[in-house]
């Protein structure tokens, strides 16, 4: 049984910093796609991260040089490091796998490749 879990979601002012983490147990994530995407209220889901298993990363533009996504392979453990927080870095993040690949690719944004997601974890950015 494949299984999420994020954490390290919480609220924080402008220009503050937060570190989420997805917690994967049930299969060996370093050998997939992984992702981060939010969601904010009201509307869609949306890429923010990936990284593949030779660890090659993807960013949308607009969290490059702010966001960093990394992972451990020893804990099974996926991170997104946030700086320099936005009011419109407010959402639901989710983790979620794509066990179909190892690699990531300019489609990492894709939703409906990710077969399994996290439960949310909530980042709240006030001006």
């Known amino acids: 049984h494949v299984q999420l879990v994020e954490s390290g979601g919480g609220s924080v002012q402008t220009g503050g910093s937060l570190r989420l983490s997805c917690a994967a147990s049930g299969y060996t994530y370093s050998m997939y796609c992984m992702g981060w995407f939010r969601q904010p209220p009201g509307k869609e889901r949306e890429g923010v991260a990936a990284?593949?298993?030779?660890?090659?990363?993807r960013y949308t533009d607009s969290v490059k040089g702010r966001f960093t996504i990394s992972k451990d392979n020893a804990k099974n453990t996926l991170y997104l490091q946030m700086n320099t927080l936005k009011p419109e870095d407010t959402a639901t993040y989710y983790c979620?796998?794509?066990?179909?690949?190892?690699?990531?690719?300019?489609?990492?944004?894709?939703?409906?490749?990710?077969?399994?997601w996290g439960q949310g974890t909530q980042v709240t950015v006030s001006s």
């Open positions: 979620a796998a794509d066990p179909t690949t190892n690699y990531c690719g300019g489609r990492y944004s894709y939703v409906p490749r990710y077969n399994y």
């Open positions: 990284i593949d298993s030779s660890g090659n990363t």
